[in-house]
Antibody
Framework: QLQLQESGPGLVKPSETLSLTCTIS??????????WGWIRQSPGKGLEWIGS???????YYNPSLKSRVTVSVDTSKNQFSLKLSSVTAADTAVYYC?????????????WGQGTLVTVSS | QSALTQPPSVSGSPGQSVTVSCTGT?????????VSWYQQHPGKAPKLMIY???KRPSGVPDRISGSKSGNTASLTISGLQAEDEAEYYC??????????FGTGTEVTVL
């Protein structure tokens, strides 16, 4: 059974960089059929796609966040990561990692449980 | 890239049908056959209910269905049950492998 687990600091200071890792178990991140993405949800708000990556390293980002986002993959650890720079209180959210198939196909079928990241001094 | 527009809430009695709309533009919903729907209960991760406009993942009951006409996609829940009470989000391909979610709709079972 595929499982995804987010990990990283729950508190980040304004202007610093948010860093999260998603560890995959039950499948290989190098599976050619899937892409791996990050989605966030601000408290009481809706979902926002942040970016996705293929195991080869090809990345796709939300245009509104592109200048601050980096998604990377570590196939040896079966993990992929998110870095969001210059954070503000508006970046406070629950961050989810998820799997989807095919570039352009938003069928996020497996999700992590989510991790709350608060931006505050 | 603006969020897709969904009604804030819809409601229905047990056994009835409800439909949730998701309105975008020709650059997202209207331009691709890639619309998905998610159910989210409070404090939980979203669950995929519909993908590729009208396909159901294994385990999703057939009383859940999806469709699309022009720039508007729809999710219909037939035979409404108490367990269907949740927040529902649509999501569409928005070009160059980017995605946009809807604003979310709270479905209430009366």
């Amino acid at each position: 059974q595929l499982q995804l687990q987010e990990s990283g600091p729950g508190l980040v200071k304004p202007s610093e960089t948010l860093s999260l890792t998603c560890t995959i178990s039950g499948d290989s991140i190098s599976s050619s059929a899937y892409y791996w993405g990050w989605i966030r949800q601000s408290p009481g708000k809706g979902l926002e796609w942040i970016g996705s990556i293929y195991y080869s390293g090809s990345t796709y980002y939300n245009p509104s966040l592109k200048s601050r986002v980096t998604v990377s993959v570590d196939t040896s650890k079966n993990q992929f990561s998110l870095k969001l720079s210059s954070v503000t209180a508006a970046d406070t959210a629950v961050y989810y990692c998820a799997r989807h198939s095919g570039a352009g196909r938003p069928n996020f079928d497996y999700w992590g449980q989510g991790t709350l990241v608060t931006v505050s001094s | 890239q603006s969020a897709l527009t969904q009604p804030p809430s819809v409601s229905g009695s047990p056994g009835q049908s409800v439909t949730v709309s998701c309105t975008g533009t020709s650059s997202d919903v209207g331009g691709y056959k890639y619309v998905s729907w998610y159910q989210q209960h409070p404090g939980k991760a979203p669950k995929l209910m519909i993908y590729d406009v009208d396909k159901r993942p294994s385990g999703v009951p057939d009383r859940i269905s999806g469709s699309k006409s022009g720039n508007t996609a729809s999710l219909t829940i037939s035979g409404l049950q108490a367990e269907d009470e949740a927040e529902y989000y649509c999501c569409s391909h928005a070009g160059t492998s980017t995605y946009v979610f809807g604003t979310g709709t709270e479905v209430t079972v009366l």
